[in-house]
Each structure stands twice: as structure tokens, then as C-alpha cells.
């Protein structure tokens, strides 16, 4: 009887992670509404409550709200264009929209905690930058602790 074949070396590539697919969250939706009404209320507030010789800074005002208005309204525009999913797979991160499929490269600190992950990514052929936001909303609780746990874990960093 012949000793039993020892088995290959274990392949040390890293493992790939299934799509965890990704929606904009509605309550960082409301935060952000929420922060810029503060914005603009609370410069009209101080105006009502000083004297009236605040009069000329009270003309800054409009443009003030107008600068807000843009901010708002560039953040709606941004959310249009999110990401519907992210995968590592073949040794380089993924991210999907719903007509096609970009390769990332991993940037910055990334936060992980149960409740949120902020993740950052940078598009290596047109340089954009995308920020990750996953709240409880984003994502399915079972995509998130996928991610978190396998993220946690560190298997992207393996060698391929």
C-alpha cells in the first residue's frame, strides 16, 4: 500500500467576493437635507435676532442660500449616478453601475464599524474619486456583514 499523494500547496490568491449590492440610503438622504436647512435658517435667525445695523450683512443672505441650493442640488445629482454594487474579484476591486462595470483601486482609511462603512475608491482611468457610504439603508444587513467580516478579515490584501 502506497503512502497517500500529499496534497498541492494552498493557492495563496486571494478569495473573491461575491457582488454586495449597494442603493442610495434615504437616511443620509434626510441627514444632508437636514444639515443644509440648518444652514440656511441659521443665518436668518442671528439677522432677526441682532440689531438693525446687521442690515448689510443680512444682503449676503441670498447668496448664501444660493451657494446652499447648489451644494443640495449637486448632491441629488451625485446620488443619480451611484454605484449598484461592489465586488473583488481576480485580485482588484469592482464597481457596478447597472450598464457597466469599472475597476478600482483602494484609497485612504477605510471606517468599519457594525452600523456604518466608509469606503474610498479611486477610478484609475479618469481619476475619479468615489466615497463608499454603507448605512444600515444601503445595503442588505447580509451584504453588509459580508463585507464587514470579509473586509475585517483582510483577504483582499493577500497576494494574487
Known amino acids: ?15 473573491g467576493l461575491a457582488p454586495v449590492k449597494l442603493r ?3 437616511s443620509l438622504q434626510r441627514l444632508y437635507s437636514g444639515v443644509v436647512l440648518l444652514l440656511a435658517l441659521l443665518p436668518l435667525l442671528a ?3 441682532s440689531d438693525v445695523e446687521a442690515l448689510p450683512a443680512a444682503l449676503w443672505l441670498p447668496v448664501w442660500w444660493v451657494i ?11 446620488g443619480q449616478n451611484e454605484p449598484t454594487a461592489l465586488s473583488f474579484d481576480s485580485g482588484g476591486w469592482c464597481l457596478h453601475w447597472q450598464t ?6 483602494a484609497i485612504g482609511e ?3 464599524w457594525s452600523w456604518l462603512q ?14 463608499l457610504i454603507c448605512l444600515p439603508d444601503s445595503a442588505s ?10 473586509l475585517n478579515m483582510g483577504r483582499w490584501r493577500l497576494p494574487s
Open 24 to 26: 442610495s440610503s434615504p
Open 100 to 105: 457597466e462595470r469599472r475597476p478600482v483601486v
Open 141 to 150: 444587513s447580509d451584504d453588509r456583514r459580508r463585507l464587514r467580516v470579509w
Open 47 to 49: 439677522f432677526l435676532l
Open 1 to 15: 500500500m502506497s503512502a497517500p499523494t500529499p496534497a498541492p500547496p494552498p493557492n495563496r490568491r486571494a478569495p
Open 68 to 78: 446652499l441650493a447648489a451644494s443640495f442640488w449637486n448632491q441629488r445629482r451625485r
Open 118 to 131: 466608509i469606503l474610498q475608491f479611486r477610478d484609475e482611468s479618469t481619476d475619479r474619486r468615489w466615497r
Open 110 to 112: 477605510w471606517l468599519l
